[in-house]
């Protein structure tokens, strides 16, 4: 059980681990089993929804080394501003191209923010402390946004990677997503995020790869699948 779940709240999962998906998942041959154990499982879920009633503001972690990260959080960033919402994106260690999604966003005009603050990859820029400089800015610039009500949501896109690589130290980021107001979500992305931040988060997601045609097939990066 997790912290701050109630025990009802727990039962409803389980039952509803219990009771499964349905499909060829569930065991009843009989329509009419079939259409009893689905409607147990209608009930259960309504009663999971209801017993969830608090909104938060969450912090998210896309991380791992799959393919993804990015892609999820943007994801999150076309929800929210589908629903009229600001959000602002800030790009740590990218920022030597323009991707395709910077281009496509511009559409919402002023209700996204994007800044791209890096020069490239450690080594493209082959400059360590100039990449040092360069992440403390994008810092500088993430925490206008965290600490604003203005914007929804706030992607801090591969801030993990600039924590691992000892540019941005965990107490930080932590300190910065303190003070966030109560309702802004915020999404931090990149491979190796430290344990301190997975144990601070809401929602971590771990990308894990399998296959790569870069790797496996020699395929170079390409427009619309790798930026």
């Given at each position: 059980?997790?912290?701050?779940?109630?025990?009802?709240?727990?039962?409803?999962?389980?039952?509803?681990?219990?009771?499964?998906?349905?499909?060829?998942?569930?065991?009843?041959?009989?329509?009419?089993?079939?259409?009893?154990?689905?409607?147990?499982?209608?009930?259960?879920?309504?009663q999971?929804?209801?017993?969830?009633?608090?909104?938060?503001?969450?912090?998210?972690?896309?991380?791992?080394?799959?393919?993804g990260?990015?892609?999820?959080?943007?994801?999150?960033?076309?929800?929210?501003l589908?629903?009229?919402?600001?959000?602002?994106?800030?790009?740590?260690?990218?920022?030597g191209?323009?991707?395709?999604?910077?281009?496509?966003?511009q559409?919402?005009?002023e209700?996204?923010?994007?800044?791209?603050?890096?020069?490239?990859?450690?080594?493209?820029?082959?400059?360590r402390?100039?990449?040092r400089?360069l992440?403390?800015?994008?810092?500088?610039q993430?925490?206008?946004?965290?600490?604003?009500?203005?914007?929804?949501?706030?992607?801090?896109?591969?801030?993990?990677?600039?924590?691992?690589?000892?540019?941005?130290?965990?107490?930080?980021?932590?300190?910065?997503?303190?003070?966030?107001?109560?309702?802004?979500?915020?999404?931090?992305?990149?491979?190796?995020a430290?344990?301190?931040?997975?144990?601070?988060?809401?929602?971590?997601?771990?990308m894990?790869?399998?296959?790569?045609?870069?790797?496996?097939?020699?395929?170079?990066?390409?427009?619309?699948?790798?930026?």
């Amino acid at each position: 059980m997790t912290s701050g779940e109630t025990g009802s709240a727990h039962d409803l999962d389980q039952s509803a681990a219990d009771l499964g998906m349905g499909g060829d998942l569930a065991p009843e041959r009989d329509a009419e089993a079939y259409r009893a154990r689905m409607r147990r499982r209608q009930e259960v879920q309504q009663q999971r929804v209801q017993e969830r009633s608090l909104e938060k503001g969450l912090v998210m972690v896309f991380t791992g080394h799959g393919k993804g990260k990015t892609t999820a959080a943007l994801g999150l960033a076309l929800r929210t501003l589908g629903h009229g919402e600001r959000v602002a994106v800030v790009q740590f260690i990218k920022g030597g191209w323009e991707p395709g999604e910077a281009r496509a966003l511009q559409a919402f005009g002023e209700a996204l923010q994007w800044h791209a603050l890096g020069e490239g990859f450690t080594w493209v820029t082959q400059d360590r402390e100039r990449d040092r400089e360069l992440v403390q800015g994008a810092w500088q610039q993430s925490l206008h946004y965290l600490r604003s009500s203005e914007h929804q949501l706030v992607i801090l896109d591969e801030i993990n990677v600039a924590l691992k690589l000892g540019y941005l130290t965990l107490e930080q980021v932590i300190a910065g997503l303190d003070t966030r107001p109560e309702l802004t979500h915020v999404a931090l992305t990149g491979r190796g995020a430290p344990a301190g931040l997975i144990d601070r988060a809401d929602l971590v997601t771990e990308m894990t790869l399998v296959r790569h045609p870069f790797r496996e097939q020699g395929v170079k990066a390409q427009a619309g699948v790798e930026y």
